[in-house]
């Protein structure tokens, strides 16, 4: 018996061991790219003159180098995420880049090259506010770190900490940045906000006090926005309402009060509303920084100024002007400024810092995209040119968070959208056909066949067939050529005109939705984007809903998606439509949403033009339909009355549901509460509506059909407890039909805890959550069976299925933590479904929905083998070879996306977070297409063998016949 | 005939189908076993109210009274009333036009020491075709869902059968009286990985190993004889072999 189960289990196993991607399979249908997110920090190695180090810091709590002459990684480390891996400061000196980690948390010093980790050490509590490097005689040896409530000084070789001292008055005075010119001292700055400056003045050796003074300054409210330090320790700030900047020496005693010069003795006026903003730049930590600033005085005016004398001079005014930048190499210390040329083009030019001199021949070309945002950040790399001139290149970011970079005179070396870092939601198009098919296609259209005759019919189809000819003939031409060409040469460019769907519809059009609001037209089989949108005015964050209206198949009706989108002010909805193939935007009115929009709902019912309906439902519970023809409209009336929706209001833990009418109002019909004073509902989930199941039932044992509960109209709601008490916590889970409000099923799965990650797919739902008792992930399946027979095999009607299903449930261990979920899905459904696990160590599991299965029994018998049940076992494996991403691991994932493709066996899928990666998965193995492996030559000789012995037989046996009937 | 009219009038103001309800362990937290004897006191009943309108404007009034009581073996009643002439008549007017039928119930908590907060603000509504309603001659079953506190969070009913086929009903026998099936579902408890279960079965399995002597025989105990013939196979092929060679030799 023993030996029977483990048999049966090696077997099973043995089954799915072969479903990991052989070494020659590397890379032939998967693709991963990895991005960095919104840089915060860019730094350029300007160590050495042949350096391509380009070092960033990025809001996704990325520390990353990239290659300045390709854009690629050289290395990445990827923080923990949220606030305990933020990345507060990012210093570079030499080959060492100091990061301070996790609001001051942590302060680690990187080794540039190969981005190894020199040292780290734990800094005192305390949230953090600046970060400097510190030099003595021209050395750089410190870093100091300063707190809310005290500063720390550490060595720059060791990261062992100096000394720290406890900064005087802390509870008062908000310390904010801290300066040190290289003689030996170092000042604290902080400010009582509308009153006074403090300035403390430590010494390096050992921390102590030299100084403290405290300076009038009623004006002031934040030091860090609008002061800086120029010169040879000369406190700078500028105020705003009364116009004019004030000077302050940090060493000299005798000066007590800050010295206001006005802007308009400079003919200076700050725009109104706007924020002036100064920028000053100290080349060399060990040297006090230049007497040369920049004033932003409006958004699109920056003026260079020098502090000469205790007088400040304008050197040049950049008007009008985006952005402007200090860059130093060498001695020379260059201004780079960004200004518009045109409409579509701004120029980059370089001035020398000392005297606001342009330098000739520096002129960079900087093309906006049209369908990009506008530039918003300038990173300038200057360098020493053979002839002691300088050169440079500019890295550009805009607000789509998109990295340009630029070398003389305007070409672009490389981009990154960096938007791709923070996918919401995506779906996958099909791409269209090619002419010629669609020729073929559009002949067996309605229209045609009615207008024409049968004669002209036939010459139609012989035209189309010929053209058919032709396009293959071009096409084994080309197949050809290439291959005469050496395999290196051949490029595979991927452009929209080329765009296709091949045989088995495995190249898709991947439409990705970024939280900055912009999106991408993404091939699926390279990676290529192919097209970018950039929404201007959205919320950023906000949740966008992607809906595909209208698919390829209606040729010659182009194919429509409409995106739900929240404006950046009003918070209202506004409808985006456009082509997912080309990106452009539709022509379609829209209709005015002039109210929030609480729930969209996709119709099946289809207008005139092949668009599906969308229903829009807003906070009075009106209607809204898009299109809303007359059609659709009388339509919409026919069908009012089986048109039902639910709505979730989770703050009062209420769902409930309703029926439209035929003047597209709405009536409420049911109503469930589940009290918010116990639980809160966490997600609501229903099914894919793209979601086929191939079989009605599952054949025991005993031969006898046991019939899936198939409501397409089933709710999953997940709860989670108020109390989280790990003995009293609980997740609760209820299978509610959202049309009649009827529930299912009410389980509570006890000393559990969220997160909840949950599928819902067929008959059953699997979701886990976190064991608080025995502190471990489990796995628990529900699945629901109508029984041995069916009510009305015919159609499912959510209002006539008056008996409860049979719930069967059962629970696992999994042994790691888990990011998201989601199930393969494939054309027809009769291939088995596998779970696709993200890992937070950015593997992708695909686990056999075999091992989820309530029925596992306890103890085999002879009916749950010939039903190919797995024992029960209550840890679920993970087996390496189940990884369907390999070494490609996808940093922080965070969804995955699973579509069908033309070929049953075949499900593509996508799993996106900070990474993107782009795969198929087989669950039963590629049945229906032979191995790449396959033997054509050995199958085919054998075939013309055979054929040639037998022609050579029969002649000889016709010889011996004729010879035997001479006898 | 009017002896059945009298004995059917009684029969429905006595209706009253009772299920079981057993309350889960969690649900009695809180509660000392003195409650179980004074039960028949601590009950309390709230409305059961219907609504069936053409013109689908809901206007609900009383259908009846559902009384739960409390202690070791939490029941529901429903005692309700019979439908009127002018209800029949309604209701079979909104079956024509397959309107709905509503019924609702208000917000409130089964447990009894939360007597004072129970009645909470709000109905929980549901629905089914009216037209079910009638061609099923007023049979229909009534579930309230409570979470785990015991508070009311659902209702739900059906018609058996569900379906509306368009059989004609004869008012006056069919439609006077309720024939309702009510009960009050708590959530079950979701199980667990089981892993004592699956630990003693391996034990077992270990230990059955263990007895059993064949297994535990050692390799020259439970394959001699195949040693012994292959031995044997051996020695007859190689001394069938030798005299040839040895043959050659000597010659």
């Given at each position: 018996m023993a030996w029977l189960v483990v048999r049966l289990a090696i077997s099973v196993s043995l089954l799915y061991t072969a479903s990991a991607v052989f070494e020659d399979q590397v890379g032939k249908f998967d693709w991963r790219q990895q991005f960095i997110g919104k840089v915060r920090f860019?730094?350029?190695?300007?160590?050495?003159?042949?350096?391509?180090?380009?070092?960033?810091?990025?809001?996704?709590?990325?520390?990353?180098?990239?290659?300045?002459?390709?854009?690629d990684l050289f290395w990445r480390h990827v923080d923990k995420t949220g606030p305990e891996g933020h990345i507060d400061a990012l210093l570079m000196y030499g080959q060492d880049a100091v990061v301070v980690v996790g609001n001051g948390r942590l302060l680690r010093s990187w080794e540039t090259t190969v981005g190894g980790l020199k040292w780290e050490t734990v800094l005192d509590t305390g949230s953090f506010q600046a970060a400097a490097l510190v030099g003595v005689q021209d050395l750089v040896k410190y870093v100091a770190v300063l707190k809310k409530s005290a500063i720390s000084l550490h060595d720059l070789s060791s990261g062992s900490q100096i000394w720290v001292e406890n900064l005087p008055d802390s509870d008062s005075v908000q310390y904010q940045t801290i300066y040190s010119g290289g003689n030996g001292l170092l000042f604290v700055l902080g400010v009582v906000p509308n009153s006074h400056i403090v300035i403390v003045e430590y010494k390096i050796e050992d921390g102590e006090i030299m100084n403290k003074k405290s300076v009038e300054a009623a004006w002031m409210s934040s030091l860090e926005s609008s002061c800086a330090v120029i010169s040879s320790g000369i406190l700078l700030c500028v105020d705003q309402i009364t116009q004019s900047l004030y000077t302050l020496s940090l060493q000299s005693a005798e000066q007590t009060e800050m010295r206001q010069i006005h802007l308009q003795t400079l003919d200076l006026e700050v725009a109104s509303g706007f924020r002036p903003v100064l920028t000053s730049t100290q080349p060399n930590p060990a040297q006090p920084p230049l007497s040369e600033f920049f004033l932003?005085?409006?958004?699109?005016?920056?003026?260079?100024?020098?502090?000469?004398?205790?007088?400040?001079?304008?050197l040049r005014d950049f008007s009008p002007s985006y952005l402007a930048a200090f860059a130093t190499s060498g001695e020379r210390t260059v201004a780079a400024v960004m200004s518009p040329k045109n409409d579509t083009a701004c120029s980059i030019n370089l001035f020398s810092a000392d005297t606001g001199r342009r330098h000739l021949d520096t002129t960079v070309i900087y093309h906006m995209d049209p369908n990009g945002g506008k530039p918003n950040r300038l990173y300038v790399h200057a360098f020493l040119k053979k002839d002691d001139s300088v050169g440079y290149r500019v890295m550009v970011q805009t607000e789509d968070l998109t990295l340009t970079f630029l070398q003389q005179p305007g070409r672009v070396v490389w981009m990154r959208e960096e938007a791709l870092a923070d996918v919401v939601t995506m779906e996958m198009v099909d791409l269209p056909f090619t002419g010629t098919q669609a020729e073929l296609e559009g002949e067996f259209g309605k229209k045609a066949a009615i207008q024409d005759g049968l004669l002209p019919m036939v010459l139609k189809r012989l035209s189309s067939q010929f053209i058919l000819l032709q396009a293959w003939l071009a096409h084994l031409w080309k197949l050809f050529y290439d291959a005469r060409q050496p395999r290196s040469s051949v490029k595979n460019e991927v452009t929209i005109d080329i765009l296709s769907r091949d045989e088995f519809n495995l190249q898709k059009m991947m439409l990705m939705v970024t939280a900055s609001g912009k999106l991408f037209g993404i091939d699926s089989k390279s990676g290529t984007i192919l097209w970018k949108q950039y929404l201007e005015n959205i919320q950023p964050n906000s949740v966008f809903k992607l809906i595909v209206q209208r698919t390829t198949a209606h040729f010659p009706h182009p194919p429509q998606c409409t995106l739900l989108i929240k404006h950046k002010d009003t918070g209202l909805g506004s409808l985006y439509v456009f082509n997912p193939i080309f990106g452009k935007k539709s022509q379609i009115s829209v209709p005015a949403l002039p109210r929030p929009v609480l729930q969209t709902l996709l119709l099946p019912v289809i207008d005139q033009d092949y668009a599906k309906v969308l229903l829009l439902i807003d906070d009075q519970y009106k209607v809204t339909a898009f299109p809303s023809t007359k059609n659709v409209l009388q339509q919409l009336q026919d069908t009012a009355s089986s048109i039902f929706f639910y709505l979730v209001d989770s703050s009062q833990g209420k769902l409930s549901g309703f029926r439209l009418r035929k003047d597209l109002s709405t009536e409420l019909i049911w109503e469930v509460v589940i009290p918010t004073e116990v639980q809160k509902i966490v997600a609501v989930k229903g099914k894919r509506a793209n979601e086929h199941v191939h079989s009605q039932g599952r054949v025991m044992g005993d031969r006898s059909v046991l019939y899936k509960y198939l409501n397409p109209n089933l709710l999953a709601v997940i709860t989670e407890s108020t109390d989280t008490h790990q003995e009293r916590s609980f997740v609760g889970i209820f299978l509610i039909d959202g049309v009649t409000g009827r529930i299912v099923h009410e389980a509570v799965q006890r000393k559990a805890r969220g997160p909840v990650h949950f599928v819902h797919s067929e008959n059953w739902v699997v979701y886990v959550y976190w064991n608080s008792k025995f502190r471990r992930n489990e796995f628990s399946v529900l699945e629901l069976f109508e029984g041995a027979e069916l009510y009305n095999s015919t159609v499912f009607s959510s209002l006539d299925r008056p008996h409860a299903p049979q719930v069967l449930q059962q629970s696992y261990i999994f042994p790691a933590p888990i990011n998201t979920l989601e199930a393969t899905l494939t054309e027809k459904g009769i291939t088995s479904r596998h779970l696709l696990v993200g890992l937070p160590s950015g593997n992708i599991l695909s686990l056999p929905k075999m091992f989820l299965d309530p029925r596992?029994?306890?103890?085999?018998?002879?009916?749950?083998?010939?039903?190919?049940?797995?024992?029960?076992?209550?840890?679920?494996?993970i087996r390496e070879e189940w990884f369907i991403n390999y070494n490609q691991t996808v940093s922080s994932v965070r969804g995955i996306y699973t579509a069908p493709s033309g070929l049953e066996s075949t499900c593509l899928v996508v799993a996106y977070g900070l990474d993107i990666y782009q795969t198929r998965v087989f669950p039963s193995k590629q049945f229906d297409v032979l191995k790449d492996d396959y033997d054509y030559i050995l199958i085919s000789s054998v075939l013309f063998g055979l054929f040639f012995a037998t022609m050579i037989s029969k002649r000889l046996a016709e010889v011996k016949l004729l010879n035997r009937a001479w006898r | 005939m009017a002896t059945i009219r009298i004995l059917s009038l009684i029969l429905a103001v006595l209706s009253s189908i009772t299920l079981l309800w057993t309350q889960s362990g969690e649900c009695n937290n809180g509660r000392r076993s003195e409650d179980a004897v004074d039960t028949d006191f601590s009950g309390f009943s709230v409305p059961l109210e219907h609504s069936f309108e053409v013109d689908d404007v809901p206007r609900f009034h009383l259908r009846g009274v559902l009384q739960f009581r409390g202690g070791r073996e939490h029941g529901v009643y429903l005692s309700q009333n019979q439908l009127s002439e002018k209800d029949r008549i309604t209701l079979k007017d909104v079956a024509a036009v397959d309107g709905l039928?509503?019924?609702?119930?208000?917000?409130?908590?089964?447990?009894?020491?939360?007597?004072?907060?129970?009645?909470?603000?709000?109905?929980?509504?549901?629905?089914?075709?009216?037209?079910?309603?009638?061609?099923?001659?007023?049979?229909?079953?009534?579930?309230?869902?409570t979470d785990v506190s015991g508070c009311v969070v659902g209702i739900s009913i059906v018609t058996i059968p569900g379906s509306c086929r368009g059989i004609e009903v004869e008012d006056e026998v069919d439609l006077e009286v309720f024939n309702t099936t009510i009960s009050v579902v708590a959530p079950v408890t979701a199980p667990v990985p089981e892993t004592a279960p699956y630990i003693e079965r391996m034990e077992q399995e270990m230990e059955k190993k263990g007895k059993n002597p064949q297994e535990q025989k050692s390799f020259f105990a439970k394959y001699w004889y195949l040693i012994l013939g292959g031995a044997v196979f051996l020695m007859a092929t190689s001394s069938a072999q030798t005299p040839p060679g040895g043959v050659r030799e000597q010659s």
């Open positions: 860019a730094l350029f190695d300007t160590h050495s003159q042949a350096s391509k180090k380009l070092l960033v810091a990025t809001d996704k709590n990325v520390f990353a180098s990239l290659n300045s002459r390709t854009g932003q005085l409006s958004p699109d005016h920056h003026i260079l100024l020098q502090f000469k004398d205790g007088l400040i001079a304008p596992r029994p306890e103890l085999v018998s002879e009916q749950s083998r010939e039903e190919n049940l797995i024992p029960y076992a209550p840890e679920m494996p | 039928y509503r019924i609702r119930v208000p917000r409130v908590s089964l447990q009894v020491d939360r007597q004072t907060e129970r009645q909470s603000e709000g109905y929980l509504t549901t629905f089914v075709r009216a037209c079910s309603l009638v061609e099923s001659h007023l049979s229909d079953v009534i579930t309230l869902h």
